[in-house]
């Protein structure tokens, strides 16, 4: 076993590409044969990740790393490799997978194969954006996964499936094009400084970069992290997004995709441009309050209920940039906790939602009423993933939320003022809904319908249990995730304590030496 | 006795389970059997909790595991039991107790009983940990815990659009308040790094604040109880809440529920106790909310929301208490009140029950005969909390004027309001005893009023007997007293009300008999107007405006809600749809309309290609050849 504990990530990146392989060579057998195969794979991948959770130390050192040169003359190497940061991203990962699968048993009705193909590959891509520590694999990883997902919303959508899709390539491909500027003048930065060609994540953070550097690699790194998240104003592809998105997608979407942008600031703008960062701080944890509260204001108003968890997606992300740009340990830990608990209230949403599309064919909360007449049981799980969403206590989203709003505190107080007022307005945009679609008196074609299948329970029962489990008891996900942010927050803070003293150690000598 | 204290909020929450998950497999009986019987085991353990704490008086702790733990900052899921956790405690449980057994009869038939016990459980459950939390923390996962089950015992039945609608009005108006407890709370982790109470309370800690941060932390507090507590200006949703079955507005909406905030000012009594501003605020906000709810008691006519202003009225006369610093009166208050208001309610059920439904006063009256037994506890209840001597609301009200009047935090402007509010109290309550019970009947046809089955008059006279007799802990030394229940709460909350000042004008003596004649004043007037069964005649000028009780709702309405709603909605379509995406697809068909100009070229006539690369070359050799 130890040499498959050893190369776990490896095993978790092929794993779903192997799949792929199975699929094509069973397409034959059916439709049924395929989707049970995608199911299989995707359990499997996701047992295999608890070997991560299981073995991983709660340090602040990348573990499970495993290197191999690629390409030695152009300094490309196979590098990979997880911490606290990533570890948890991963297994979002591999946990929401299944769930997709289920949610897409009897929703998916044209090229049954390809569809399943197309998660499959993203997986893989997934998992090879968080665990890659080689710039090149890295960049390659974070493209690929544009390119199923472009087809996941453009075939398999909705109406507007083709100009959501575009949209949203359009706006992904303008920032990562700029972050592809960055990883080249970096690169160039390499050879220049180190003596050899290199896109290894080590040797990237050995460089010395001037600030004035620094900041025009923040820019280009951030704008496309900044949309991945989305922060405002880089939102508008999600709203279309999501809506055009089938069920699976959008899960995928909130639950893992948008978790990329926050990844990202973490794992490169933090350690390798701390001084360009600070200069944006300010502006940015600005754009995260005004999101925080804007979205809110544009969810409270959305006639479609896919919408109105896109809006809430806005404003929940929002308090994890407040959290990452913040930059205490506390904060940041909130931020990291924050990003697997909207995955997993938002994907619960969007998993509901595609339930009751199923069922009625529309998302117009006008359309609904009194469905906890007809659906009890539907109706309570929905309201536990309500109020995980809104924060409640004893359910995940309060543990990162408080997290986040205490650790901001000290250095941002106004922002955390405003920011807790997006609290209020998370309860009033959620209930409301809640209002209009469950309560009331129930109309007839709402009446009847079918409540939650075995298949159904199968996919919305582990998401509760992690929210409860976070919610209750988040002792094992936080201890393994704190050394590795304490690192990033130390790390922070003496980069910008060493530039910050240095000129005043020099005003210091010049000063003494008028005075000779 | 130590390590069995989590189990007093555990067995209502085995009890939500087994409620919740079996669901309709149990029996109407059996699952109302279950409810009643995990919150009784509750109060025996409560019981067998103070009998230990009595013997060597030391708070009894324990910690079942850690919650939230990073770098320094530690809380777990720990219960804490003194003097003020055990009273809350037992008053959560036993009152309670008597109301889940009152409800297997008033609930009887309905479809969803299940649920109803669940939800009854549930709050029962997040209660307990709301008053037995060692931290801020846990309190507020029960605060907010208990809201939860408010909002969905409000909306109970939710199939009405009115009832799903107030239940949400009592959630977001109660978020507006926890925005307030949820920044106090990350203000006192900022700066002292904890928010156990064992380390924030201490008064070495709480003296390294300044006194402008510690009026900020203590008023962003109350902002969080007055929502909870309904006070000024956070009232709105009691009122509302009433479309909750009437056993629920007894024990959440009068008994116990929203008395949290009382208990949250008490419990921190140490922190307000430094900030004289703070203490002020919730002293004014308190007697002014008590006023201003008992003047729409006057006007109302339905049974169950004169009850409702009412609790408003008596949780501000909590708050005036804590704010001259008196935390001992008010949680007496919180206590007695949680018997006679808990009473008033399960009498005003028994009306309902027996009238079918029925809540409007005008169509009640002469019901003394039929109901008896409701007649004769009710008429226990308003008496009680008119303050009538030797009742038990008697001496917790009497001791909060005395202190409004005598603490130093106190003053003439506190004591006078509340003294023309026990006017009013009296005057309101018999009003609505004499409408309800006294004079003619004016019932619907075809109603027949009877008096309740035992299973729900037995929790009523028990209620009565409490309401009674229950301030007898608590009569002042000077009525040759022992005042016990005041020496058992200054264990855990010291009272900061200071020396009386010498050149006070009344005495103790002569503010219970000045309180005592209010009070009468209060029944003889209302006698006088209702007393035969007459009517209000319709009501002009300010009596309309009061009836119409101020139009508070519709300002917030005008004010807050429309305004937000109608902003968003033109945000969305103008400035998000037009202007954000109206850029975005204004690039995109820029650049169509670009690659439309520049496809122009490729004509793929090979003609044309040959000479632009001629011209091109010709062009290269001009530019090498100048260069």
């Known amino acids: 076993m130890s040499w498959f504990n050893e190369h776990i990530l490896t095993v978790l990146i092929l794993l779903p590409l192997a799949g792929v392989g199975l699929l094509l060579s069973t397409r034959s057998l059916g439709n049924e044969f395929v989707k049970r195969g995608a199911l299989l794979i995707s359990v499997l991948e996701f047992l295999f990740s608890l070997i991560l959770f299981i073995g991983f130390k709660p340090m602040a050192n990348f573990q499970f790393t495993e290197q191999t040169v690629w390409i030695p003359a152009w300094g490309i190497s196979y590098s990979v490799g997880v911490d606290g940061i990533s570890l948890f991203l991963i297994l979002l990962t591999t946990f929401l997978m299944p769930i997709a699968v289920l949610a897409s048993w009897r929703s998916v009705e044209k090229s049954v194969t390809s569809f399943f193909i197309s998660l499959l590959v993203m997986e893989s891509a997934m998992v090879g954006v968080f665990s890659a520590l080689d710039l090149f694999f890295f960049y390659i990883f974070w493209e690929a996964i544009l390119i199923p997902m472009y087809f996941l919303i453009g075939v398999w959508g909705s109406k507007k499936r083709i100009y959501a899709a575009i949209k949203f390539v359009l706006f992904t491909m303008v920032g990562s094009l700029l972050m592809l500027v960055g990883i080249l003048y970096l690169y160039s930065q390499t050879t220049a400084q180190l003596g050899a060609a290199s896109l290894a994540y080590e040797d990237m953070s050995r460089l010395v970069l001037s600030s004035g550097i620094q900041y025009w690699l923040f820019l280009a790194f951030a704008l496309s992290f900044a949309i991945k998240i989305p922060l405002f104003p880089f939102h508008t592809w999600l709203p279309d997004a999501h809506t055009e998105a089938p069920t699976a997608g959008s899960i995928i979407l909130a639950g893992v995709l948008l978790k990329m942008g926050g990844y990202g600031f973490l794992r490169f703008c933090v350690p390798l441009f701390p001084l360009g960062m600070k200069e944006f701080i300010p502006l940015i944890i600005t754009l995260a309050v005004v999101g925080i509260i804007y979205g809110a204001l544009m969810a409270l108003v959305q006639p479609d209920l896919k919408r109105l968890v896109a809006f809430s997606s806005v404003s929940h992300l929002g308090f994890v940039v407040l959290g990452i740009f913040a930059l205490t340990s506390r904060s940041v830990t909130g931020s990291v906790i924050q990003m697997v608990n909207h995955g997993l209230a938002t994907g619960a949403l969007f998993l509901l939602v595609g339930m009751l599309y199923e069922r009625r064919h529309t998302r117009m909360i006008a359309d609904f009423g009194g469905l906890a007449k007809s659906l009890p049981r539907y109706s309570v799980v929905f309201l536990i993933v309500v109020l995980a969403s809104a924060g409640l206590p004893g359910l995940n989203g309060f543990v990162g939320e408080f997290l986040i709003l205490s650790g901001s505190y000290e250095p941002h107080p106004a922002a955390v003022v405003i920011s807790a007022l997006g609290i209020i307005l998370a309860a009033v945009y959620l209930l409301w809904m809640v209002e209009r679609v469950f309560f009331g008196p129930v109309s007839e074609e709402n009446s009847g319908l079918k409540d939650l299948m075995s298949r159904e329970w199968l996919a919305i029962v582990p998401m509760i249990v992690m929210m409860v489990w976070l919610g209750i008891y988040p002792k094992p996900f936080l201890d393994k995730i704190e050394p590795s942010v304490d690192k990033l927050v130390k790390d922070f803070s003496t980069a910008i304590s060493e530039t910050e003293n240095t000129p005043i150690i020099l005003n210091r000598e010049s000063f003494e030496e008028v005075n000779e | ?627």
């Open chain 2, 1 to 627: 006795m130590e390590n069995a204290l989590w189990l007093i909020p555990f067995l209502p929450f085995a009890g939500f389970l087994l409620n919740g998950l079996l669901g309709k497999k149990l029996s109407e009986s059996l699952s109302g059997l279950i409810a009643s019987a995990t919150i009784g085991a509750s109060l025996v353990l409560g019981l067998l909790s103070l009998n230990a704490y009595l013997e060597n008086h030391e708070t009894l702790h324990q910690v079942m595991f850690t919650w939230l733990s990073l770098g320094s900052f530690d809380v777990s899921i720990a219960y804490t039991l003194d003097a003020l956790s055990l009273v809350m405690v037992l008053v959560v449980t036993g009152v309670g107790f008597l109301i889940h057994v009152y409800s297997i009869g008033y609930m009887k038939g309905d479809p969803g009983i299940q649920r109803y016990f669940a939800y009854l459980n549930l709050f029962t459950f997040m209660m307990l940990n709301l008053v037995m939390a060692d931290n801020l923390l846990l309190l507020f996962l029960g605060w907010e815990g208990v809201g939860l089950c408010s909002y969905l015992l409000i909306g109970f039945w939710f199939e009405d659009p009115a009832k799903a609608a107030a239940g949400k009005k009592a959630f977001v108006v109660n978020r507006i308040g926890d925005f307030g407890f949820l920044l106090g709370m990350i203000i006192i982790l900022t700066n002292l790094g904890s928010l156990n109470f064992g380390d924030i309370l201490l008064p070495e800690q709480l003296s390294s604040l300044e006194t402008g941060l510690i009026t900020t932390i203590a008023l962003l507090l109350f902002l969080g109880a007055a929502g909870k507590s309904a006070q000024i200006p956070l009232y709105v949703w009691l009122p509302d809440a009433m479309a909750g079955p009437t056993p629920v507005s007894a024990l959440i909406h009068a008994a116990t529920m929203v008395t949290a905030g009382v208990y949250l000012v008490a419990r921190m009594g140490a922190l307000f106790a430094l900030s004289a501003t703070a203490l002020s605020v919730v002293a004014v906000i308190g007697v002014l909310t008590a006023f201003f709810a008992a003047t729409m008691a006057i006007y109302e006519n339905d049974i169950k929301k004169v009850l409702a202003y009412s609790t408003i009225s008596q949780l501000g006369y909590m708050f005036a208490a804590a704010g001259v610093g008196a935390y001992g009166a008010a949680i007496f208050h919180l206590m007695t009140h949680a018997f006679f208001k808990g009473l008033l309610f399960l009498g005003a059920g028994s009306v309902i029950h027996g009238l079918s439904g029925e809540q409007d006063m005008r169509r009640m009256g002469g019901l003394k005969s039929k109901m008896p037994k409701t007649y004769w506890t009710m008429l226990a209840g308003v008496s009680a909390i008119s303050g009538l001597p030797l009742l038990s609301g008697f001496f917790s009200k009497d001791e909060i004027l005395w202190f409004t009047y005598s603490s130093q935090s106190g003053g003439d402007f506190i004591f006078i309001v509340g003294l023309l509010t026990a006017i009013l109290t009296s005057f309101y309550m018999f009003r609505l005893f004499f409408l309800t019970f006294h004079g003619d009947s004016r019932w619907t046809k075809g109603i027949t009023p009877h008096d309740s089955p035992p299973v729900m008059t037995i929790p009523l006279i028990l209620l009565a007997v409490l309401s009674v007799a229950g301030g007898w802990i608590g009569i002042p030394e000077i009525l040759g007293g022992g005042n016990s229940f005041h020496h058992f709460l200054s264990e855990t909350v010291h009272d900061v009300v200071g020396p009386h000042p010498t050149d006070l004008l009344l005495s103790e003596l002569t503010v219970m008999v000045l309180s005592i004649a209010g009070a009468l004043v209060g029944i003889y007037v209302a006698f006088r107007r209702y007393g035969t069964g007459k009517l209000d005649k319709e009501s002009k000028g300010f009596g309309h405006l009061v009836e119409k009780k101020y139009y508070v709702d519709e300002l917030y309405d005008a004010v807050i809600v429309h305004p937000i709603r109608r902003g968003s909605e033109s945000i969305w379509r103008r400035f998000d749809v037009r202007v954000i995406d109206g850029i975005v697809n204004g690039l995109g068909s820029l650049t169509l309309r670009v690659s439309s100009f520049v496809r122009r070229a490729q004509t793929g006539v090979i003609q044309n290609y040959a000479a632009v690369i001629l011209l091109g070359v010709i062009l290269i050799i001009f530019y090498v050849y100048l260069k």
